[in-house]
């Protein structure tokens, strides 16, 4: 399944082979991650808690009739957690990422575009054992990209509902 | 006798000069025994030195007849003989030297050689010739020719040193024995010397005392009487007796001239006596006379004088009333001057007083329109107070517009972001409207800020209208309390006027009565000066009282001064016969007893 997104999120790729991504900030570091899996930026959330579910689940949001699930991604990437201010925002990301889910981010930054020569990937190791892959997995890093006067790290989108299942 | 007198000094010197000329006198005859001695010895020595020498001139001619004749002997022998033997010859030489002063002798051949030699070392020795160490030239020698023809000749050597030997010991033993009686004869000079010293000394000694015994009880005592009265004499005391009865004439009759002399001293040295007492006791009363005159002059002088002291002391007096008196008139004059000023000095006062009181009321008035002025400024501050406050609001409405707006701002910037998401998933399609959100959110960021900006200088604009507030909060509550002063200033300033005017009233009744003063001070000024002329003129008539006193003064002064010269003669009198008896008192006329009889009396 994930083979096949990631198959048609490269199909999507620009032709001058350049990529984009939204940015945001988390606890003072800079994240980004690709604006084709993002469907929407959402200000002002009501979010309505899941008394069961793990802390990571923040809550549903109603957006135009539909339902989303929003995770605390502070608390995915091992940092403590942060009451909802007025610069909080919600990343809706696209149905063939996850189903209907977004995350809430400290501050959104702007959308940028760079070169696909300035991203270096994280190589994945085919020799290591089932154990270790598993753990690869939870990994939310993608890979670096290395701006004018810093790095900004780029996560994959569609290992955040996987890595809240891994965590439990 | 601790005086030494005359007669044993010239003593005592002539003593000690004989004992010099007898010292001296021996020391000159031993000194000539002595070298009489010397010359004596020597002479005596000198003889026997020739004498031993012609001894021994006479001995050395006896030895050399005898070898002489010994050795003619000798050859007499050996000339007589026919044959002569070796033995012989040695025999012979043997004989030769058996002769004490004989020390070598040689028999010679024909040649002059000799054969056969014989000399006295130790003893006798012999040799064919004499051996060469032995001195033969100091000796003396003696040459014989035989004329045999076994001998031809013969040498005899000699010495006479034992025989000078022998005389020059004994001449030695006789020149000690001459010394020897000279040192004895020199012991016995010395000893003589000693004696003869000894001697004089004490013939001297007796001589001297036996001079000095006969000098004492011939002359020495019958002086010392004598140096006794003198003594007295000395001392003014003619009242002494002259002893006449001494042992030598002359002494007698100097004694009895003494006494003469004395006794006419006496008589007349009584008489002044008596003179110079009587003088003196008359000079005594006249003294006191005198005294008590000038007592007199005194006492009357020092009344003058006193009534002088008086009447000049009225006299001053009444000069000081008519001075005090023309003083008094100055003095008016002063005050009548000083009381013009003082009218005048009161006149201006009341004038400067009425411009007070007008000034006064200028000033209450100003003090009114200062109030009105007060009260219009508090209406003003307390308007724009209210408008501040409508400045305050105004900017807090203005807060919340930017706020409104940075709302805005931020809608729009996720619009934007919404949109550039949905370009880019339309791809190369939605390119062109992702610049164009781009452009949007650029805005919206801008919008952001200068709501931003907006709102921090609406902070700054509400902070600086509250301060503007309390300020003029501030200046109304001061001008109030202006306005409080101002009016209690206004009333002060009625009060005073008031006051002011009260005074003016009274400054001009002071002018009037201070004109009246110096009307009556003028009166009196004159009538002083009447006064202080009728005082002047009594003034003058007790100086002219006082002047003629003093000359009634002065006159009896003059005789006081005469009576004065007369008590300073008689002191004068008195102080020359007191000198007088001084000079006379001294001399003793008659005996002691009788003397102080005299002097009770006096």
Same mark, same amino acid.
């Given at each position: 399944m994930n083979k096949l997104k990631n198959i048609t999120s490269e199909q999507k790729k620009l032709p001058e082979s350049k990529r984009q991504f939204c940015s945001f900030q988390m606890a003072g570091h800079c994240f980004g991650v690709d604006i084709l899996d993002v469907k929407e930026i959402i200000d002002e959330v009501v979010l309505t808690t899941i008394h069961h579910a793990p802390s990571e689940m923040l809550g549903f949001v109603n957006i135009r009739g539909h339902v989303h699930l929003v995770l605390d991604l502070r608390l995915l990437?091992?940092?403590?957690?942060?009451p909802i201010d007025e610069s909080s925002r919600v990343l809706l990301f696209h149905?063939?990422?996850?189903?209907?889910?977004?995350?809430?981010?400290?501050?959104?930054?702007?959308?940028?575009?760079?070169?696909?020569?300035?991203?270096?990937?994280?190589?994945?190791?085919?020799?290591?054992?089932?154990?270790?892959?598993?753990f690869r997995k939870s990994e939310l890093e993608k890979g670096v990209c290395k701006l004018k006067d810093r790095l900004l790290i780029i996560l994959d989108a569609s290992k955040f509902l996987s890595a809240v299942e891994l965590k439990r | 006798m601790k005086q030494t007198g005359i007669a044993t000094k010239i003593i005592l010197l002539s003593c000690g000069v004989a004992l010099l000329l007898m010292v001296v006198g021996c020391i000159l005859v031993v000194q000539y025994e002595m070298v009489l001695l010397n010359n004596m010895t020597d002479t005596k020595i000198d003889e026997?030195?020739?004498?031993?020498?012609?001894?021994?001139?006479?001995?050395?001619?006896?030895?050399?007849?005898?070898?002489?004749?010994?050795?003619?002997?000798?050859?007499?022998?050996?000339t007589s003989v026919d044959i002569i033997y070796a033995q012989t010859f040695e025999f012979q030489i043997q004989m030769i030297l058996m002769h004490p002063m004989v020390i070598a002798a040689e028999f010679c051949d024909k040649k002059g050689q000799s054969f056969l030699a014989a000399w006295q070392s130790n003893k006798v020795e012999m040799a064919t010739r004499l051996p060469d160490n032995l001195d033969i030239k100091s000796l003396h020698m003696i040459k014989k020719n035989i004329g045999i023809p076994a001998v031809e000749m013969i040498r005899l050597y000699y010495s006479i040193d034992t025989v000078r030997q022998k005389i020059i010991s004994m001449k030695k033993k006789e020149i000690d024995e001459i010394n020897e009686t000279r040192t004895n004869i020199y012991k016995q000079l010395r000893g003589l010397f000693l004696a003869q010293a000894i001697g004089s000394f004490f013939v001297v000694g007796l001589l001297g005392g036996v001079l000095i015994f006969s000098l004492r009880k011939l002359i020495l005592n019958p002086i010392q009487n004598i140096l006794q009265v003198a003594k007295q004499l000395r001392k003014l005391d003619l009242s002494v007796d002259i002893n006449s009865k001494h042992s030598s004439h002359e002494l007698n009759l100097l004694s009895l001239a003494l006494g003469e002399l004395v006794d006419g001293f006496r008589k007349i040295i009584a008489d002044v006596k008596e003179n110079a007492n009587m003088l003196s006791e008359s000079a005594d009363s006249m003294t006191g006379i005198a005294e008590e005159l000038t007592s007199h002059s005194e006492d009357a002088e020092s009344k003058a004088s006193d009534v002088v002291e008086a009447s000049m002391q009225i006299s001053g007096n009444i000069h000081a009333i008519a001075n005090n008196v023309e003083q008094i008139?100055?003095?008016?004059?002063?005050?009548?001057?000083?009381?013009?000023?003082?009218?005048?000095?009161?006149?201006?006062?009341?004038?400067?007083?009425?411009? #007070?009181?007008?000034?006064?009321?200028?000033?209450?008035?100003?003090?009114?329109n200062g109030t009105q002025i007060a009260e219009q400024a508090?209406? #003003?501050?307390?308007?724009?107070?209210?408008?501040?406050?409508?400045?305050?609001?105004?900017?807090?409405?203005?807060?919340?517009?930017?706020?409104f707006i940075q709302r805005i701002a931020h809608k729009t910037n996720i619009l934007s972001l919404n949109a550039t998401i949905e370009a880019a998933s339309a791809g190369s399609a939605g390119r062109g409207f992702s610049v164009v959100a781009s452009a949007i959110q650029e805005f919206a960021e801008q919008s952001s800020r200068a709501a931003k900006d907006i709102t921090e200088r609406i902070v700054g604009v509400q902070k600086g209208t509250s301060e503007i507030e309390t300020a003029f909060k501030d200046v109304s509550s001061i001008i109030k309390e202006m306005n409080e002063s101002s009016e209690s200033i206004s009333f002060a300033v009625t009060e005073q006027t008031k006051a002011v005017q009260e005074i003016a009233s009274n400054a001009l009744e002071a002018d009037e009565r201070a004109r009246n003063i110096n009307v009556s001070i003028d009166d009196l000024s004159r009538s002083v000066n009447d006064a202080a002329e009728n005082t002047a003129q009594v003034a003058m008539g007790a100086n002219d009282v006082s002047t003629r006193i003093q000359g009634v003064s002065e006159s009896i002064s003059f005789n006081r001064q005469i009576s004065h010269q007369i008590n300073e003669a008689a002191i004068v009198l008195n102080h020359l016969s007191g000198n007088l008896k001084c000079m006379v008192d001294p001399f003793k006329v008659s005996q002691p007893q009788k003397n102080y009889q005299k002097r009770s009396k006096k």
């Amino acid at each position: 399944m994930n083979k096949l997104k990631n198959i048609t999120s490269e199909q999507k790729k620009l032709p001058e082979s350049k990529r984009q991504f939204c940015s945001f900030q988390m606890a003072g570091h800079c994240f980004g991650v690709d604006i084709l899996d993002v469907k929407e930026i959402i200000d002002e959330v009501v979010l309505t808690t899941i008394h069961h579910a793990p802390s990571e689940m923040l809550g549903f949001v109603n957006i135009r009739g539909h339902v989303h699930l929003v995770l605390d991604l502070r608390l995915l990437l091992n940092f403590s957690s942060k009451p909802i201010d007025e610069s909080s925002r919600v990343l809706l990301f696209h149905p063939n990422v996850g189903e209907s889910f977004g995350v809430m981010v400290d501050q959104i930054g702007h959308m940028i575009e760079v070169e696909e020569s300035l991203i270096e990937y994280r190589l994945t190791d085919e020799n290591l054992s089932g154990i270790a892959r598993d753990f690869r997995k939870s990994e939310l890093e993608k890979g670096v990209c290395k701006l004018k006067d810093r790095l900004l790290i780029i996560l994959d989108a569609s290992k955040f509902l996987s890595a809240v299942e891994l965590k439990r | 006798m601790k005086q030494t007198g005359i007669a044993t000094k010239i003593i005592l010197l002539s003593c000690g000069v004989a004992l010099l000329l007898m010292v001296v006198g021996c020391i000159l005859v031993v000194q000539y025994e002595m070298v009489l001695l010397n010359n004596m010895t020597d002479t005596k020595i000198d003889e026997k030195e020739e004498y031993f020498f012609y001894l021994l001139h006479h001995e050395k001619k006896a030895v050399t007849q005898q070898l002489n004749k010994q050795i003619n002997d000798l050859i007499r022998l050996m000339t007589s003989v026919d044959i002569i033997y070796a033995q012989t010859f040695e025999f012979q030489i043997q004989m030769i030297l058996m002769h004490p002063m004989v020390i070598a002798a040689e028999f010679c051949d024909k040649k002059g050689q000799s054969f056969l030699a014989a000399w006295q070392s130790n003893k006798v020795e012999m040799a064919t010739r004499l051996p060469d160490n032995l001195d033969i030239k100091s000796l003396h020698m003696i040459k014989k020719n035989i004329g045999i023809p076994a001998v031809e000749m013969i040498r005899l050597y000699y010495s006479i040193d034992t025989v000078r030997q022998k005389i020059i010991s004994m001449k030695k033993k006789e020149i000690d024995e001459i010394n020897e009686t000279r040192t004895n004869i020199y012991k016995q000079l010395r000893g003589l010397f000693l004696a003869q010293a000894i001697g004089s000394f004490f013939v001297v000694g007796l001589l001297g005392g036996v001079l000095i015994f006969s000098l004492r009880k011939l002359i020495l005592n019958p002086i010392q009487n004598i140096l006794q009265v003198a003594k007295q004499l000395r001392k003014l005391d003619l009242s002494v007796d002259i002893n006449s009865k001494h042992s030598s004439h002359e002494l007698n009759l100097l004694s009895l001239a003494l006494g003469e002399l004395v006794d006419g001293f006496r008589k007349i040295i009584a008489d002044v006596k008596e003179n110079a007492n009587m003088l003196s006791e008359s000079a005594d009363s006249m003294t006191g006379i005198a005294e008590e005159l000038t007592s007199h002059s005194e006492d009357a002088e020092s009344k003058a004088s006193d009534v002088v002291e008086a009447s000049m002391q009225i006299s001053g007096n009444i000069h000081a009333i008519a001075n005090n008196v023309e003083q008094i008139s100055d003095n008016m004059d002063d005050v009548s001057s000083t009381s013009n000023f003082l009218f005048n000095n009161i006149n201006s006062v009341a004038n400067a007083i009425e411009e #007070l009181s007008a000034s006064l009321s200028h000033v209450g008035e100003r003090v009114k329109n200062g109030t009105q002025i007060a009260e219009q400024a508090v209406l #003003l501050a307390q308007k724009a107070g209210k408008t501040v406050t409508i400045l305050r609001h105004a900017a807090d409405e203005i807060g919340g517009v930017s706020e409104f707006i940075q709302r805005i701002a931020h809608k729009t910037n996720i619009l934007s972001l919404n949109a550039t998401i949905e370009a880019a998933s339309a791809g190369s399609a939605g390119r062109g409207f992702s610049v164009v959100a781009s452009a949007i959110q650029e805005f919206a960021e801008q919008s952001s800020r200068a709501a931003k900006d907006i709102t921090e200088r609406i902070v700054g604009v509400q902070k600086g209208t509250s301060e503007i507030e309390t300020a003029f909060k501030d200046v109304s509550s001061i001008i109030k309390e202006m306005n409080e002063s101002s009016e209690s200033i206004s009333f002060a300033v009625t009060e005073q006027t008031k006051a002011v005017q009260e005074i003016a009233s009274n400054a001009l009744e002071a002018d009037e009565r201070a004109r009246n003063i110096n009307v009556s001070i003028d009166d009196l000024s004159r009538s002083v000066n009447d006064a202080a002329e009728n005082t002047a003129q009594v003034a003058m008539g007790a100086n002219d009282v006082s002047t003629r006193i003093q000359g009634v003064s002065e006159s009896i002064s003059f005789n006081r001064q005469i009576s004065h010269q007369i008590n300073e003669a008689a002191i004068v009198l008195n102080h020359l016969s007191g000198n007088l008896k001084c000079m006379v008192d001294p001399f003793k006329v008659s005996q002691p007893q009788k003397n102080y009889q005299k002097r009770s009396k006096k």
